[in-house]
């Protein structure tokens, strides 16, 4: 296991490895700056992104002669102002076949996805440990990384940060904003790990997710870790058959399997408890 925090560069490697990690690892371990309650996250990274909306809000308000356009900006940025909190209904998922398990507030980063970032892109890991050890990890306040999926071997689907939310997965701070995350059970070095049902399971929710953003089916979108420029991951690793998922993705697309989306990237009626 070994998730990169985001970086304020957008490109920070840092260590890899967790309890049961490696050198190749996936998603789960790993730290780095950037931290909601660190010097270089949290109140500078809100006011960062605060002050910039301010400014291109009131030079627009000005030129234009009119208070709509701000009044509408800032509506959306309500809940960034420090002290008060988005809206969030416990329990909701934005997968209907997701078990929701929330990781620790440390290890992701609240927005408004689509609105203040686009999502264009899904990201594939691979634990490099167990389904419960990368529970565990995105649980750990101290951990600083977590995806916003788990598969497991067996099929099941585990959510653990909101789509709309920046999830600390890929060690880069633009790709963790564009992104879904997406771990799955097992070693990169061990090809029987990656399970039929998992490659089916995960095929589904890659397959909604990319529906709810309009995110093209081919490889410049749906990525591995070792993709992502600026980290050291190898993830999801050689033994990974990205021919054989992209079929999958690409059938589910066109079906309507069981455990589908739910209708938008909010959560929707679809509940689970923790």
């Not at 967790?18 to 010097?39: F, V």
């Not at 600083?144 to 598969?151: D, G, L, Q, R, S």
């Amino acid at each position: 296991m070994g998730a990169k925090h985001e970086s304020r560069s957008s490109s920070t490697g840092g260590s890899v490895g967790g309890a049961t990690g490696g050198p190749t690892g996936g998603s789960a371990g790993g730290s780095g700056s950037g931290s909601p309650g660190g010097p270089a996250g949290g109140s500078k990274d809100a006011d960062r992104r605060i002050g910039r909306r301010a400014l291109i809000v009131g030079g627009t308000a000005a030129a234009v002669g009119t208070a709509v356009l701000a009044r509408d900006e800032l509506a959306r940025l309500w809940w960034r102002v420090p002290g008060v909190e988005r809206p969030r209904e416990e329990g909701v998922v934005d997968y209907a076949g997701a078990r929701w398990v929330a990781a620790s507030d440390e290890n992701w980063r609240r927005a408004d996805r689509p609105d203040d970032f686009g999502v264009d892109m899904v990201i594939v890991h691979v634990t490099q440990g167990s389904f419960e050890s990368a529970v565990r990890a995105f649980q750990d306040p101290g951990h600083k990384a977590a995806t916003h999926y788990i598969v497991g071997q067996d099929g099941r689907v585990t959510q653990m940060v909101r789509e709309l939310d920046v999830a600390y997965q890929a060690g880069n701070r633009d790709y963790n904003e564009r992104s879904v995350g997406i771990e799955h059970e097992g070693f990169v070095d061990r090809p029987q790990d990656l399970t039929d049902e998992m490659y089916a399971a995960s095929a589904r929710l890659t397959a909604g997710i990319c529906a709810r953003y309009d995110i093209p089916l081919d490889r410049e979108h749906i990525i591995g870790h070792v993709q992502v420029p600026g980290t050291d991951h190898t993830d999801p690793g050689p033994h990974w058959d990205w021919d054989r998922y992209m079929k999958l993705v690409r059938r589910a697309a066109t079906s309507a399997p069981s455990g589908g989306p739910t209708s938008g990237p909010s959560g929707g009626p679809s509940r689970s408890g923790a």
